[in-house]
Structures are given as structure tokens and as C-alpha cells.
């Protein structure tokens, strides 16, 4: 048998294109050849800020939330009807409470609000020798507070 003849079906293998042997410098050389160094102006390090994704836990930590440490009922304790409250209540249109010493002025209001119904144009509180927390509650004009200590306080 004889040798098989040679067939031309493409190019010969000899001298690579331009664009090929370009290509192939650069894998050669690699992507961080032309890379700057970077000028670094502060002496101190400050590590860069990378992404903080939020928390997706398996469980609850807490089967069942906590009840709220003060809602309406626990914030104002009772009304106050002494002789100073009296007049208070007559002369200056304000409500006197005893409220918790936790509460804060917002929380008095909403309380007034959400249990008897009035508007209060400020809130002044103090807190008592006896270690517990006065509220004076000024209502608005369109409300007595005779009125509402009579009907809604019992306490004229």
C-alpha cells in the first residue's frame, strides 16, 4: 500500500495570526499587568465596608413575644382628689393623676386619651418624696375637667 496523499483542507501550521499571538501575550502576562499602585494618603488602615446581609433565622429565638410593659391601664394608676388637686381641677382645667414612675409624658397622654376620652394640651409631671410619679393633665378648652372628674373619675 501506498502513502496516503497529502490533502489541503485548511492553512498549514506554521506562523500564527496577529491577532492570535496577541491574545496569547496576554494570558502570558496576565490581568494585573497594567494595575496602578494606589497612593495611599492616611497612615492608618480602615478596613474596607464588604456586604452585611440581614439575618434569616431558622426559628424564633421567642415562642411568644412579650406582653407591652405598660399599657394604658398599668401608665395611669389612679386619679388624685385632694384639696390641691380640687383646686386644680376648678380653676386651671387639669386633671391630676398618680401614674407610673416608668411612664413618660407621651405615654400619659395616650393613656388619657385611650381611657377617658380627653385631649390634653400638656402634660406636667413630677415625681412624689414617696418614690411615685404626679401627672397634671391640662385639658383642652372645649373640655371641663369639673365634668370629667364628676362623670367619667367619680371623684367631685
Known amino acids: 500500500m501506498a502513502p496516503p496523499k497529502d490533502s489541503k483542507?485548511?492553512?498549514?501550521?506554521?506562523k500564527p495570526s496577529a491577532k492570535a499571538s496577541a491574545a496569547a501575550k496576554?494570558?502570558?502576562?496576565?490581568?494585573?499587568?497594567?494595575?496602578a499602585r494606589r497612593v495611599r494618603?492616611?497612615?492608618?488602615?480602615?478596613?474596607?465596608?464588604?456586604?452585611q446581609l440581614s439575618r434569616t433565622p431558622k426559628y424564633p429565638r421567642k415562642s411568644v413575644p412579650h406582653e407591652a410593659r405598660?399599657?394604658?391601664?398599668?401608665?395611669?394608676?389612679?386619679?388624685?382628689?385632694?384639696e390641691?388637686?380640687?383646686?386644680?381641677?376648678?380653676?386651671?382645667?387639669t386633671l391630676v393623676f398618680i401614674c407610673d414612675v416608668k411612664a413618660n409624658k407621651r405615654q400619659i397622654k395616650e393613656a388619657?386619651?385611650?381611657?377617658?376620652?380627653v385631649d390634653c394640651v400638656k402634660v406636667n409631671t413630677l415625681i412624689r418624696p414617696?418614690?411615685?410619679?404626679?401627672?397634671?393633665?391640662?385639658?383642652?378648652?372645649?373640655v371641663d375637667a369639673l365634668?370629667?372628674?364628676a362623670t367619667k373619675l367619680a371623684i367631685v
Open 9 to 14: 483542507k485548511g492553512p498549514k501550521p506554521g
Open 26 to 35: 496576554a494570558t502570558l502576562r496576565g490581568v494585573h499587568a497594567h494595575k
Open 41 to 51: 494618603l492616611s497612615t492608618t488602615f480602615h478596613r474596607p465596608k464588604t456586604l
Open 70 to 82: 405598660l399599657d394604658h391601664h398599668k401608665v395611669i394608676i389612679h386619679p388624685l382628689n385632694t
Open 84 to 93: 390641691s388637686a380640687m383646686k386644680k381641677i376648678e380653676e386651671n382645667n
Open 112 to 117: 388619657l386619651k385611650k381611657l377617658y376620652d
Open 130 to 142: 414617696d418614690g411615685t410619679k404626679k401627672a397634671f393633665a391640662r385639658l383642652t378648652k372645649d
Open 147 to 149: 365634668d370629667i372628674a
